[in-house]
């Protein structure tokens, strides 16, 4: 039973992550003006948090995995809603999906309880490195998509054809499956989580600043991979895909490794990151122009790596500020920030670019504050500091005109080709 449990988390993961190699598809179908992006994003937030305390209660009523079935089979109509947007154009029914995701998805509740109802769902199997290779497979996944299939919309039919099954497997599983008593006591309750940030300082908000600006840095500029690929490079989907699917092993296996090497809470390799953090801002304006090697090693090198080693070095600083009864309850609330700030983070980005209109440096005015307040928060490791830094960057920048790129740029591009290029002088 637990296999199918965790199958249906990794089919659960490919239904809904695939579609982000073939943004550039949805964005072609539904073309979505700054508002019409800002209020998709606050249909799944706003009733997210709403609907979160019901839904903990619909699950411990009747039992995790009955209420995680309901969930996907909601999740699989607003994927079938989604296709119809995709296929007539609709601004309204794409909305509407958004807004029946923020009601009745809670995916990661309702797995949680299920875990510790069925008695082997987690045995002989590691659910989070399972979710992180569905999570790569779905970049790839959704890649294939967009160049094998007709069109999104008959893609995105396929996706939801996937999540129903799922959710009426998971409907017959718990018909047939027994479960632990009280399996729901080990889990705590949405109403125990709000209780406890209710009575906290706001002490833990200069803890996960720094992580919280990493994550929302790295979001910023990564979420505009995939028109940048499509774009610029004009590459075919599944590179595209494979391309998403490198950033996210970038994150999950190869920046834990990193910071297992040099240690939590390495200065040194603080320092670094945060400069390569703020070169990458800086350069972001220029880095399309000399060609996709270059793209693909400088947003690696100068933003995917180390955006991600930052994170993980602040997060375990920050989580290990709290009491040993506090943990769990702390973990949750970085993750509820770190998500927030990063679903936030895009429409940000938006907003500058809509504001400045065609100034080639506006993804530069976004992150660049960003990154200078994440330097300003590393080296006099004050919050305030940061708070002053982030506006009065985004001011001057905003108002200053940009700089000249091929006046910066182009020497410093012929000679770095040129010392590549040298050739050692023959011999006599």
Same mark, same amino acid.
């Given at each position: 039973?637990?296999? /199918?449990?965790?199958?249906? +988390?990794?089919?659960?993961?490919?239904?809904?992550?695939?579609?982000?190699?073939?943004?550039?598809?949805?964005?072609?179908?539904?073309?979505?003006?700054?508002?019409?992006?800002?209020?998709?994003?606050?249909?799944?937030?706003?009733? #997210?948090?709403?609907? &979160?305390?019901?839904?903990?209660?619909?699950?411990?009523?009747?039992? @995790?995995? +009955?209420?995680?079935?309901?969930?996907?089979?909601?999740?699989?109509?607003?994927?079938?809603?989604?296709?119809?947007?995709?296929?007539?154009?609709?601004?309204?029914?794409?909305?509407?999906?958004?807004?029946?995701?923020?009601?009745?998805?809670?995916?990661?509740?309702?797995?949680?309880?299920?875990?510790?109802?069925?008695?082997?769902?987690?045995?002989?199997? *590691?659910?989070?490195?399972?979710?992180?290779?569905?999570?790569?497979?779905?970049? /790839?996944?959704?890649?294939?998509? @967009?160049?094998? %299939?007709?069109?999104?919309?008959?893609?995105?039919?396929?996706?939801?054809?996937?999540?129903?099954?799922?959710?009426?497997?998971?409907?017959?599983?718990?018909?047939?499956?027994?479960?632990? &008593?009280?399996?729901?006591?080990?889990?705590?309750?949405?109403?125990?989580?709000?209780?406890?940030?209710?009575?906290?300082?706001?002490?833990?908000?200069?803890? $996960?600043?720094? &992580?919280?600006?990493?994550?929302?840095? @790295?979001?910023?500029?990564?979420?505009?991979?995939?028109?940048? *690929?499509?774009?610029?490079?004009?590459? *075919?989907?599944?590179?595209?895909?494979?391309?998403?699917? %490198?950033?996210?092993?970038?994150?999950?296996?190869?920046?834990?490794? /990193?910071?297992?090497?040099?240690?939590?809470?390495?200065?040194?390799?603080?320092?670094?990151?945060?400069?390569?953090?703020?070169?990458?801002?800086? +350069?972001?304006?220029?880095?399309?122009?000399? @060609?996709?090697?270059?793209? !693909?090693?400088?947003?690696?090198?100068?933003?995917?790596?180390?955006?991600?080693?930052?994170?993980?070095?602040?997060?375990?600083?920050?989580?290990?500020?709290?009491?040993?009864?506090?943990?769990?309850?702390?973990? +949750?609330?970085?993750?509820?920030?770190?998500?927030? !700030?990063?679903?936030?983070?895009?429409?940000?980005?938006?907003?500058?670019?809509?504001?400045?209109?065609?100034?080639?440096?506006?993804?530069? /005015?976004?992150?660049?504050?960003?990154?200078?307040?994440?330097?300003?928060?590393?080296?006099?490791? #004050?919050?305030?500091?940061?708070?002053?830094? =982030?506006?009065?960057?985004?001011?001057?920048?905003?108002?200053?005109?940009?700089?000249?790129?091929?006046?910066?740029?182009?020497? $410093?591009?012929?000679?770095?080709?040129?010392?590549?290029? =040298?050739?050692?002088?023959?011999?006599?």
């Amino acid at each position: 039973m637990g296999v /199918v449990l965790n199958l249906a +988390t990794c089919i659960d993961t490919l239904a809904n992550a695939s579609a982000l190699p073939i943004v550039t598809l949805h964005s072609a179908a539904v073309p979505l003006s700054l508002w019409s992006l800002a209020m998709a994003q606050a249909l799944f937030f706003f009733p #997210q948090l709403w609907s &979160s305390l019901i839904a903990d209660r619909f699950a411990r009523r009747f039992n @995790g995995i +009955t209420a995680y079935a309901a969930t996907l089979l909601a999740t699989a109509i607003s994927i079938l809603v989604t296709a119809n947007a995709l296929r007539e154009h609709s601004l309204f029914l794409y909305l509407l999906a958004r807004l029946m995701n923020g009601l009745f998805r809670h995916t990661s509740l309702f797995a949680a309880l299920a875990i510790h109802e069925l008695p082997d769902a987690s045995k002989g199997c *590691d659910a989070r490195k399972l979710s992180r290779v569905s999570l790569i497979a779905a970049m /790839v996944f959704g890649g294939a998509l @967009g160049d094998y %299939v007709a069109d999104v919309a008959a893609a995105t039919d396929i996706l939801a054809v996937m999540e129903f099954a799922t959710a009426l497997a998971l409907m017959f599983l718990s018909f047939t499956c027994t479960f632990r &008593s009280k399996a729901g006591n080990a889990v705590p309750t949405v109403k125990a989580y709000k209780n406890w940030l209710m009575k906290q300082s706001s002490h833990w908000i200069p803890a $996960f600043a720094p &992580s919280a600006l990493s994550a929302s840095y @790295g979001s910023m500029i990564q979420c505009m991979y995939p028109f940048i *690929d499509r774009n610029f490079f004009h590459l *075919d989907y599944v590179y595209i895909g494979l391309h998403m699917a %490198v950033l996210i092993a970038v994150q999950v296996f190869l920046a834990p490794f /990193v910071v297992k090497r040099y240690g939590e809470r390495n200065p040194w390799m603080i320092h670094i990151c945060a400069t390569f953090l703020f070169l990458g801002a800086w +350069t972001s304006p220029w880095v399309t122009n000399n @060609g996709l090697v270059l793209y !693909l090693c400088m947003t690696l090198l100068l933003t995917d790596l180390p955006a991600a080693v930052l994170e993980l070095m602040f997060s375990s600083a920050a989580e290990g500020d709290f009491k040993a009864s506090e943990k769990g309850f702390a973990i +949750t609330l970085h993750r509820h920030v770190k998500q927030t !700030l990063k679903q936030w983070s895009r429409i940000l980005l938006v907003s500058v670019h809509t504001m400045l209109g065609n100034r080639e440096d506006a993804t530069r /005015v976004a992150t660049m504050p960003i990154a200078m307040g994440l330097v300003a928060l590393i080296f006099t490791r #004050q919050t305030s500091a940061a708070l002053i830094v =982030v506006p009065l960057a985004a001011w001057v920048l905003a108002t200053s005109p940009p700089l000249d790129g091929e006046a910066i740029w182009t020497p $410093f591009m012929s000679q770095l080709r040129s010392m590549i290029s =040298v050739r050692p002088t023959d011999g006599p």
